[in-house]
């Protein structure tokens, strides 16, 4: 059974440009959250999407966007990249809460430079 | 919002010794935490959680004590081992969000 998968390892950019990060949830997950978590820091929430909705959004700008696709899978794009878009995103997956459960599951990250 | 911090950023101990990992939260709302271990290259991977119901809860070498009088928490890690290294992370939940904030973290470093 895989766990939450993200493509690709690693990224590097330069400034100005767009990028397209994906994730794969843990089999049997319906819900997707995303993480930006820079260098010495805690992850910081981005969005949620469950049935190809976002749910829920953290205090980031519209430059963020994602998408959710019917076999749960999900990308998180990022457009005019600045050098402060630099870190590790995380994608975490999880059962919809009003299936009862909380705990999400997270992946190894992708680690995205911007130059 | 919820304000999650920890007040010490890296925990250096002896293979064998326990180990305490503190963490303080602002928001009295939280009523779920949860402490998550992150390896270099990986993404954190939950530990333990408690609920505000409790004051404390055991696990597999692992137990995480509550005090919501002075809004703190601790993991505390029995006879740590060089396989423990990690950055070991608190977040809060509650107050209608089930989304975890995070703190930055503490590194924890095993000597042999």
């Known amino acids: 059974d895989a766990g939450v998968t993200q493509s690709p390892t690693h990224l590097i950019k330069t400034r100005g440009q767009q990028v397209t990060l994906r994730c794969s949830p843990k089999?049997?997950?319906?819900?997707v959250s995303w993480y930006q978590q820079a260098l010495g820091q805690g992850p910081q929430f981005i969005f949620q999407?469950?049935?190809?909705?976002?749910?829920q959004r953290g205090n980031f700008p519209d430059r963020f966007s994602g998408h959710q696709f019917p076999n749960y899978s999900s990308e998180l794009n990022v457009n005019a990249l600045l050098l402060g878009d630099s870190a590790l995103y995380l994608c975490?997956?999880?059962?919809?809460?009003?299936?009862?459960?909380?705990?999400?599951?997270f992946g190894p990250g992708t680690r995205l430079t911007v130059l | 919002g919820e304000s999650v911090g920890l007040h010490l950023p890296t925990l250096s101990v002896q293979e064998g010794d326990n180990s305490i990992i503190n963490c303080a939260y602002s928001?009295?709302?939280?009523?779920?935490f949860i402490w998550y271990k992150q390896e270099s290259g990986k993404g954190p991977q939950f530990i333990i959680d408690?609920?505000?119901?409790?004051d404390k809860r055991q696990g597999q070498r692992v137990t995480v004590l509550l005090n919501k009088t002075v809004k703190h928490l601790s993991l505390q890690i029995a006879a740590t081992q060089p396989g423990d290294s990690a950055v070991y992370f608190c977040?809060?939940?509650?107050?209608?969000?089930?989304?975890?904030?995070f703190g930055r973290g503490t590194s924890l470093i095993v000597h042999p």
């Open positions: 975490a997956s999880s059962l919809w809460i009003g299936q009862g459960t909380n705990e999400q599951f």
């Open positions: 089999s049997g997950h319906d819900t």
């Open positions: 999407y469950y049935e190809e909705e976002e749910r």
């Open positions: 928001n009295s709302a939280s009523d779920y």
């Open positions: 408690i609920r505000s119901n409790m």
């Open positions: 977040a809060g939940l509650g107050g209608g969000s089930y989304i975890p904030t």
